[in-house]
């Protein structure tokens, strides 16, 4: 099953989307960004964690970003900005799974395997 914790979709000149994956609640990151509670997702379920992230990027201080998420065998997001050109930053943490590669996914942007 897919998995993914934070969206953040960062545009040139406009206000940027920060998603707290999910989330109920808006949570404050290291640099004061808000993250919003999670929003404008078409499937899956939420989940949450306690454990401990321990490579939390970029500070520690982001752990509850990584101990919330939304995961399913589909979902997606149809998050509502205007055209133009944005970047992209998926955030992953691995609760769950003790050994790698056991949680293979693919993911598409606008309709392109990244």
């Not at 589909?74 to 955030?91: E, Q």
């Amino acid at each position: 099953m897919a998995l993914v914790q934070a969206v953040e979709i960062l545009p040139e000149n406009k206000p940027a989307v920060r998603i707290a994956c999910g989330s109920e609640s808006d949570f404050v990151d290291w640099n004061s960004f808000v993250w919003s509670p999670d929003n404008w997702f078409e499937g899956g379920e939420t989940l949450r964690s306690d454990s401990a992230v321990t490579q939390a990027s970029p500070t520690l201080h982001d752990q509850p970003l990584y101990q919330t998420g939304r995961r399913g065998r589909s979902f997606g997001y149809r998050i509502p900005v205007p055209a133009g050109l944005y970047v992209v930053h998926l955030k992953f943490a691995e609760l769950w799974l003790k050994e790698t590669g056991q949680r293979p996914m693919n993911i598409e942007i606008n309709g392109k395997t990244i």
